[in-house]
């Protein structure tokens, strides 16, 4: 158990921007999480996925948020035209859920911290 | 849609007193209720869980009582050490609409030697 790993650990952009996150879970976890977080808050639920379909997205996300898992691994999350409303920190976590399986704990990585100027 | 209430921070203790966090929850059906917590410099991890009506889930000296009937889920610790300093999240996955876990604001403790 290597962990959830996360790709950058800092990321500074000029708004407007795109930019783009990587997330690689515990290799045998099929879900796959992207929560965001800000200074004082609990983490904001964003979009999962279950092997690579992707089963649920916040009606809060804009539509400049995009995430993937292609092959069911690894997973990245795009932010087009970046706003400073979007600086965060970006938290991706993943589980092991089998059929109705809710009770399953999560695992978080680091995170990647954005800041827009 | 689900929620999480939890009371506000921070805490402030001294080293060996008694510590309650409140948590309270709206869902529907029977969602399973949890803490994280996030030590200084790390990231979030699993403290505790209950799954079901009147479990109790415990580690590290914590507790928390799974209480339908409240619709709570409350943290103790009988006495608390300067290493407790952290962040604690209370959070619920809920069994219907979805397998996403809903997360707290957060309090945060302090606990003075």
Known sequence: DTGVSQDPRHKITKRGQNVTFRCDPISEHNRLYWYRQT?????????YFQNEAQLEKSRLLSDRFSAERPKGSFSTLEIQRTEQGDSAMYLCASSLGEGGNYNSPLHFGNGTRLTVT | GNSVTQMEGPVTLSEEAFLTINCTYTATGYPSLFWYVQYPGEGLQL???????????????????YRKETTSFHLEKGSV???????YFCALTGNTGGFKTIFGAGTRLFVKA
């Open chain 1, 39 to 47: 200074l004082g808050q609990g983490p904001e639920f964003l979009t």
């Open chain 2, 81 to 87: 050490q300067v290493s407790d300093s952290a962040v």
């Open chain 2, 47 to 65: 403290l505790l869980k209950a799954t079901k009506a009147d479990d109790k889930g415990s580690n590290k000296g914590f507790e928390a009582t």
